[in-house]
């Protein structure tokens, strides 16, 4: 099953690449996303964890973003969350960029 097939896809996800961390009890391990939704983000990473897990992400780009989240899916290097708590303040930080990143999609800019 690839990863299209095990998510709850209520909105589009954007191309967004960015250095990245996951936090698990603690310890951090990088990651880069490189997809964007309101609701959750695909990550690259060597991290392997099992779906259903709940850590900490965090994105760093032109502003900061955190967010707890839960492993929806895992297979090699491909990791998707779905947020789970996003403070007022990250909220307003991921609805920037995903209006960026649906600018740059129409007009062709992706970077």
């Given at each position: 099953?690839?990863?299209?097939?095990?998510?709850?896809?209520?909105?589009?996800?954007?191309?967004?690449?960015?250095?990245?961390?996951?936090?698990?009890?603690?310890?951090?391990?990088?990651?880069?996303?490189?997809?964007?939704?309101?609701?959750?983000?695909?990550?690259?990473?060597?991290?392997?964890?099992?779906?259903?897990?709940?850590?900490?992400?965090?994105?760093f780009a032109t502003d900061y973003f955190e967010a707890d989240a839960r492993i929806v899916y895992y297979h090699a290097s491909e990791l998707c969350v779905v947020f789970q708590r996003v403070s007022s303040e990250c909220?307003?930080?991921?609805?920037?960029?995903?209006?960026?990143?649906?600018?740059?999609?129409?007009?062709?800019?992706?970077?």
């Amino acid at each position: 099953m690839d990863r299209n097939q095990t998510e709850d896809r209520r909105v589009p996800r954007y191309f967004f690449s960015a250095p990245a961390e996951i936090i698990l009890d603690g310890a951090t391990t990088r990651a880069r996303s490189a997809e964007l939704s309101p609701h959750g983000c695909y990550f690259e990473t060597n991290m392997a964890i099992s779906r259903g897990t709940v850590v900490k992400v965090r994105i760093f780009a032109t502003d900061y973003f955190e967010a707890d989240a839960r492993i929806v899916y895992y297979h090699a290097s491909e990791l998707c969350v779905v947020f789970q708590r996003v403070s007022s303040e990250c909220q307003q930080v991921l609805t920037k960029w995903l209006t960026a990143a649906r600018t740059e999609e129409a007009h062709g800019t992706q970077t």
